[in-house]
């Protein structure tokens, strides 16, 4: 702390991201980066940029960048907007869409809504943008319930699938909640669609209230590169584009666009690589029941687990003095659990290995 730091420095509680450490030999399975390297015509596109043209300015609009995630999303490109990682796209949406609205004719506005076991991202943002919120307890088995969701909220945010859980939620309970409250904005993050859960961007086409965001960071295994965009109808896109064009006109620079375009409509890689990461979460999943570990549905290249004997906390670390990182949170409800990024088949078999050396 300085004397020079201002009233909203001093108020934040900044997000604590998974550690990034250099060790050799390590195996990361903590922050849900995908295991493979991402599209050959990806790399090939970055590299086809000429050192000239980095001289220049990026394209403020991304039009290349739009044009193809709305070819590959089946949406108009003027329905997509993209930014600098989706946590760039997120924050966007909490300043410009979930914020308090002003009060017509005296009537207040409810809260917002999210799950009390999500992305620990979303009170950040609350608490950097002044937002009131209000938390819905998931089920006891991680579900989430929107019929819990209070009738007075203004809004609601939820990841899906969930994180850290993993668990997701069918698309049709989604688009019933989002014709019922046809006046309530409803916005699904999809940073772990891909593997395996249903997307309600078709419905954006139909459903003014409804916004999607997703990520190049972990199906596109693009983490490095930061991209991530969000799908709705134009007018909501029209709030963060007010905000962007407020803060950095530029938030995709020339190499980010080029290799998320050509990683987007390069269909071949991502069925492929989806595939395997989903078939490793499969022997992953059985390879965990076969220790006595519980494991919750999951349907991201990640799974939440327990053990009923071990705790969560002291299995984190025992699983590090063997170079082997997983995610723990010291939280209620969840301090029993580990969050585990789905790795290549060897890396699952030497997390099992070290699992099985733990708990035995
Ligand atoms: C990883 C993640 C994001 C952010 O992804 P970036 O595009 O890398 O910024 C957003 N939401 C959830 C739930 C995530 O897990």
């Not at 009131?132 to 699938?161: G, M």
């Not at 969560?312 to 409800?333: N, S, T, Y």
Request: charged share 20%; aromatic share 8%.
């Amino acid at each position: 702390m300085s004397e020079f730091w201002s009233k909203v420095v001093r108020g934040l509680s900044p997000y604590t991201p998974g550690e990034q450490p250099k060790i050799d030999g390590l195996i990361k399975l903590n922050t849900n980066e995908n295991p493979y390297p991402p599209s050959a015509k990806a790399y090939s596109a970055i590299q086809a940029i000429s050192a000239d043209s980095l001289r220049l300015y990026p394209d403020p609009e991304s039009t290349d960048l739009c044009r193809a995630i709305g070819t590959a999303c089946g949406v108009p490109a003027d329905h997509v907007f993209v930014g600098n990682g989706s946590d760039e796209v997120l924050a966007f949406v909490f300043q410009g869409l979930l914020a308090s609205r002003p009060t017509v004719m005296g009537q207040h506005d409810g809260p917002l809504v999210f799950p009390d076991i999500t992305y620990s991202f979303y009170p950040t943002y609350c608490g950097l943008y002044g937002v009131d919120y209000q938390l819905v307890p998931l089920e006891s088995d991680f579900s989430l319930d929107l019929n819990r969701i209070p009738e007075s909220a203004r809004a609601v945010i939820f990841p899906n699938p969930n994180a850290p859980t993993g668990r997701g939620l069918a698309r049709d309970a989604i688009e019933a909640f989002a014709t019922a409250r046809p006046n309530r904005l409803v916005v699904v993050d999809e940073a772990y669609v891909d593997f395996g859960a249903e997307s309600c961007v078709p419905l954006t086409l139909h459903h003014k209230n409804i916004l999607v965001t997703q990520s190049f960071s972990k199906s596109r295994a693009l983490a490095g590169l930061r991209v991530g965009f969000a799908i709705g109808h134009p007018e909501l896109l029209d709030a963060l584009n007010r905000i962007k064009n407020s803060f950095n006109s530029y938030p995709i620079d020339r190499l980010a666009a080029a290799g998320a375009a050509a990683s987007i409509l390069d269909t071949e890689w991502f069925e492929a690589n989806r595939g395997k990461v989903m078939k490793s979460r499969a022997t992953l999943v059985a390879g965990l029941e076969a220790l006595g570990f519980e494991v919750v549905p999951s349907q991201a290249n990640f799974v939440f687990t327990r053990h009923p004997k071990v705790e969560g906390a002291m299995l984190a670390q025992q699983l590090r003095e063997r170079k082997i990182l997983v995610r723990h949170f010291a939280k209620p409800r969840i301090d029993q659990y580990l969050r585990i990024t789905v790795g290549t088949d060897a890396q699952v078999a030497a997390l099992i290995e070290a699992l099985g050396d733990i708990v035995r």
